[in-house]
């Protein structure tokens, strides 16, 4: 390809020179006649001037018609830029750094309404809520984004402690049951204390879904129930998430525990007092010893039982901070002192807890001495 433009350049060359050495010999004369003026030249100058005219035309047409364009196209690509960079803030965090990005790539046409929805949310995450509302509010007439915008909105109103944000996000969901909404949804009932009415969003959101994406769900599925136990607000609303909970998954410590607890909080120790035992002799655990010593009445005859099956399991499984401290409670509660000093001490001496300094706490304070009781919560605490 080299070779045949030279070929091409020497070939081109030749009538060049042929042209050259003419006019070089006789340059030849011109004369223009415009409008009652005659110019007399040379036809070496008026090839000049005739190709700096070409020149300066074609500079006229660059200035007017394609400097603009080429400077629209500048302006397009380092707003693609800023839009595709704010993209990457907003994915790792930088909040207003991609608020300042995605409101100046606003400008561009192509992505107009989606960098301005995602200035919008960037603004709400770094806290300039009215900001994120003038752009939702720019971005509210385009139809593919009415929902996002509301969900957006939603969530603004809930972190300024609105909780109309709330209601929003509930009306949506009964009119138009997206994942988007169906998700914020389930997350803002979660963080609100509201996990039990938040299961019932969740298995929409799990129909909604496709079968991947339910699978997905199944970690927040296992939180809701355990933050819906720790919740209930009486025995039957807690009997209630018991029964959505699988035989498989009422054996975990985790669990069975905040069951438990919940229901000797609201009074129902009765009911969780023969799954403890059970669970217990079939594999101790912390976490359940440590809701076993929460059981009330142990002053009753059934106390004394507790204490044996406590006892058996010292024998059976060897000491452990959680089983030496519900021993030592039960022994503070049945009256004998000295013997839960011991095992508070000894206890505390394995591994200082906050769980045993609580108890030591509780047994200074029984004892009378409620200075020694105050140092034990503050260690605790």
């Known amino acids: 390809m080299n070779a045949l433009k030279w070929l091409f350049g020497l070939i081109l060359l030749i009538p060049m020179s042929y042209l050259g050495f ?10 223009l006649h415009v409008w009652g003026w005659q110019v007399d030249t040379t036809l070496v100058l008026a090839l000049i001037l005739l190709a700096l005219a070409i020149c300066l035309i074609y500079l006229m047409i660059w200035l007017l018609w394609k400097l603009p364009r080429w400077l629209i196209r500048r302006r397009e690509t380092k707003l693609r830029g800023e839009f595709q960079d704010g993209l990457i803030d907003l994915i790792n965090g930088r909040f207003a750094r991609a608020k300042k990005k995605l409101a100046a790539a606003r400008s561009l046409s192509s992505q107009q309404s989606l960098a301005t929805l995602a200035a919008s949310y960037a603004a709400m995450q770094s806290g300039d809520y009215a900001a994120a509302e003038e752009y939702a509010r720019a971005t509210s007439a385009e139809p593919g984004l009415q929902q996002a915008v509301q969900v957006l909105r939603a969530k603004t109103k809930l972190r300024q402690q609105d909780n109309t944000g709330l209601d929003d996000l509930i009306t949506l969901a009964q009119s138009e049951p997206s994942i988007l909404v169906l998700q914020t949804l389930t997350h803002a009932l979660k963080e609100r204390g509201r996990a039990q009415e938040a299961l019932g969003y969740l298995s929409q959101l799990a129909a909604a879904s496709k079968t991947a994406d339910s699978a997905m769900l199944a970690p927040e599925w296992a939180s809701l129930l355990r933050d819906s136990l720790s919740q209930a607000a009486t025995l039957e609303a807690l009997a209630e998430v018991w029964a959505q909970i699988g035989t498989r998954e009422r054996a975990l410590p985790d669990v069975l525990s905040r069951y438990a607890n919940r229901a000797i909080a609201l009074g129902g120790h009765e009911i969780v007092e023969p799954l403890l035992r059970e669970a217990l002799q079939k594999q101790p655990s912390e976490l359940l010893w440590e809701s076993f ?12 039982e507790r204490l044996q099956l406590v006892e058996k399991s010292l024998a059976k499984h060897g000491e452990s901070v959680g089983l030496l401290l519900t021993l030592a409670r039960l022994c503070r509660q049945r009256g004998l002192s000295q013997k839960a000093k011991q095992l508070i001490d000894h206890a505390q001496a394995l591994y200082p807890s906050q769980r045993g300094f609580v108890e030591l706490g509780e047994w200074s304070r029984t004892e009378g001495d409620l200075a020694a009781a105050g140092d034990a919560y503050r260690a605790a605490l």
């Open 22 to 31: 003419a006019l070089a010999r006789d340059p030849g004369r011109v004369s």
């Open 293 to 304: 010593a929460a059981l009330p009445n142990a002053e009753l005859p059934i106390g004394a």
